[in-house]
């Protein structure tokens, strides 16, 4: 799951642009299996992959920040802090969804948000859907239903899990939306680097509230999940992003269930059957559609 929406003007790529995308996804798509991993609790884990990367990131936004800039505003401020907590649900949500479910569903479900957004900017607009859209919707809805049920077949904590990263997806569009007022007046290492600080507490307060063991006998986990997740996937989308249009970032955004998939299946031994691949590609279907009316828009 990503946590900066970037959208700035498409400049044409290269190879190396191409895979660092592919490769931001790929390592996001690694982070539910070191979630599994973790002997730190899933919120716990969410607290040390904001935590441990903090110095690396303050770093980089000092080095990208211009010489010149205006200052920013306490309305700003607010701003940022607001969408952390609501990055910090989000991932908080995610985690215990991965704890509970099979790692492709948790996948599909925690990219729900950017499904949610095109839904959330009709209402805003105040128009109907185009057609693909509507094909986008109605696709995600099926999808949803299949899984939703294939998991209360499997388990009743199954399907609660399946809940909690949709929930996931809710916050996550919260904090997208959130952070549109601060774009302007920050870079994309810095917005990220104070977002994450902000995220961190909160992340760290739920955890205690839920009783989670918080530090862990086994760090491994947690440092990769961090480096994986918050240093190396962040950081190759956030250099890859601006060259590429919102349908080829959607088309490879879907390696990312498709590896949490696989990890699945050689890690934990969990198996799909022809209704689950059929739900998984309704979803996957529905985020590409989404991209591509996302892409017709600008």
Not at 213 to 220: A, D, G, K, L, Q
Not at 253 to 264: F, K, R
Request: proline content about 5%.
């Amino acid at each position: 799951m990503t946590s900066i929406d970037d959208r700035r003007e498409v400049t044409p790529p290269n190879p190396w642009h191409f895979v660092a995308l592919l490769g931001g996804n790929f390592a996001l798509a690694l982070g539910p299996w070191f979630v599994r991993l973790a002997d730190s609790g899933p919120v716990s884990a969410g607290f040390w992959r904001l935590f441990l990367p903090l110095p690396l990131l303050a770093v980089l936004a000092v080095r990208q920040r211009g010489p010149v800039r205006p200052a920013t505003t306490l309305a700003t401020w607010l701003l940022i802090v607001a969408a952390g907590v609501f990055f910090a649900l989000d991932l908080a949500s995610w985690h215990i969804g991965i704890a509970h479910t099979r790692l492709g569903n948790a996948s599909l479900f925690g990219n729900s948000g950017s499904l949610i957004l095109m839904a959330w900017g009709l209402i805003a607009a105040r128009r109907l859907p185009r057609r693909v859209e509507v094909a986008a919707i109605a696709s995600a809805v099926c999808g949803a239903a299949i899984l939703l049920g294939r998991s209360l077949e499997i388990d009743r904590a199954t399907l609660i899990g399946d809940l909690f990263c949709i929930l996931a997806g809710l916050f996550y569009v919260f904090y997208i939306l959130l952070l549109q007022g601060a774009r302007g007046r920050m870079e994309s290492w810095e917005l990220l680097c104070t977002s994450t600080m902000a995220s961190a507490p909160v992340m760290l307060g739920i955890a205690v509230w839920m009783g989670e063991p918080i530090w862990p006998h086994v760090w491994w986990p947690l440092v990769a999940l961090a480096f994986c997740s918050q240093v190396v996937g962040q950081g190759l989308i956030v250099f890859a992003l601006r060259h590429f249009s919102a349908l080829i970032i959607g088309v490879v955004l879907l390696t990312q269930p498709a590896v949490s998939i696989l990890v699945g299946w050689l890690a934990f031994g969990e198996t799909m059957g022809a209704l689950d691949a059929m739900g998984m590609a309704l979803i996957a279907a529905a985020l590409l559609l989404g991209r591509l009316s996302e892409s017709k828009a600008h």
